[in-house]
T-cell receptor, first 112, second 113 residues
Framework: DTAVSQTPKYLVTQMGNDKSIKCEQN?????MYWYKQDSKKFLKIMFS???????INETVPNRFSPKSPDKAHLNLHINSLELGDSAVYFC???????????FGSGTRLTVV | RKEVEQDPGPFNVPEGATVAFNCTYS??????FFWYRQDCRKEPKLLMS???SGNEDGRFTAQLNRASQYISLLIRDSKLSDSATYLC??????????????FGKGTKLSVKP
């Protein structure tokens, strides 16, 4: 009974394509996040979202857009994929205060 | 200056060794600090929170020095299973970033037989 689940686990796609990664949490948390871990293993926040507010890291290109159909889901849509988008993308959730952080198992995106 | 900086490693130690990791953070208003562990090709997992008074969990001891904005993790009697990357983490508490975790680049530990 996975707490934070992401799909797909692996995604290989060509440059220029549009793709989505899905995330679901069953913890009842108020806030969800997307993090990117690049080839140098540096984990960096991309978005945080709760039912009140979407916070976007200013360094994230606008080709990336989070979509939240409800409190338990935060999907990541990427337009016009580039080689530099290759990375592992982690979804996470927490209580509104930031406590109880739980990560999904990651989606390894490879753009060829 | 990066928000969270760590020893880059890698640290290669024999089983049974004691190893210490250090970390500094730039925002003096930060309130919450953690050490996470990340195994190869896995997600980060919370190892322990770090409290001002210092705290211990078995072979692991974490310390915080607010004046120096410095966090440390000590692992005693290293086991092969301790091999992983250790991430120093600070929780943002300013403006729109409230609640976000800010990660250091991590220090890789390899424990050898």
């Amino acid at each position: 009974d996975t707490a934070v689940s992401q799909t797909p686990k692996y995604l290989v796609t060509q440059m220029g394509n549009d793709k989505s990664i899905k995330c679901e949490q069953n913890l009842g948390h108020d806030t969800m996040y997307w993090y990117k871990q690049d080839s140098k293993k540096f984990l960096k926040i991309m978005f945080s979202y709760n039912n009140k507010e979407l916070i976007i890291n200013e360094t994230v290109p606008n080709r990336f857009s989070p979509k939240s159909p409800d409190k338990a889901h935060l999907n990541l849509h990427i337009n016009s994929l580039e080689l530099g988008d290759s990375a592992v993308y982690f979804c996470a959730s927490s209580q509104e205060s930031g406590y109880g952080y739980t990560f999904g198992s990651g989606t390894r995106l490879t753009v060829v | 200056r990066k928000e969270v900086e760590q020893d880059p490693g890698p640290f290669n130690v024999p089983e049974g060794a004691t190893v210490a990791f250090n970390c500094t953070y730039s925002n003096s208003a930060s309130q919450s600090f953690f050490w996470y562990r990340q195994d190869c090709r896995k997600e980060p997992k919370l190892l322990m929170s770090v409290y001002s008074s210092g705290n211990e969990d078995g072979r692991f001891t974490a310390q915080l020095n607010r004046a120096s904005q410095y966090i440390s993790l000590l692992i005693r009697d290293s086991k092969l299973s301790d091999s992983a990357t250790y991430l120093c983490v600070v929780r943002a508490n300013y403006g729109g970033s409230q609640g976000n975790l800010i990660f250091g680049k991590g220090t890789k530990l390899s424990v050898k037989p």
